[in-house]
């Protein structure tokens, strides 16, 4: 077995790779959602979501530094073109969203499949004995489940 520099298996890095930078494309994405979130949002909600939709974009914009950071210490290089992004996303774009439900209903989506990536990842750093990227995707996990929670209650 051909190991990196940090003991793990090569091919299972290589592969943790492609996995982390789809999460960097998913959480670009729903960085940029949230900041025209924050832009556009109108009506009632307007000072609360402002806030929050700053929170969590600020939020977003450390955890993909945290991800690029951690492609490139397991010997990798981070996306980092709109096109790139674009073609690898899952997470929805959207669009033109000012009403507060609808800007809700758009975070609990992105959170939701940027949730499934992380499980994802999660098991596959496992299997890589990784406990680095592990150890991050736990950390997300834990915040965003609870986020969800937070969101949903709002929606009521």
Known sequence: MKTTILGLDKT?????VTDLNGLLANFQVYYQNLRGLHWNIKGKNFFDLHVKFEEFYTDAQEKVDMIAERILTLDGVPMHTFAEYSKTATVPVGTNIS????AVKLVVTSLSELLKNERS????SDDANDEGTNSMMSDFIAEQEKTLWMLNAWLG
Do not use: G
């Open 99 to 102: 009403e507060d439900i609808d």
């Open 121 to 124: 990842i999660l098991n596959s």
């Open 12 to 16: 299972k890095t290589a592969n943790l």
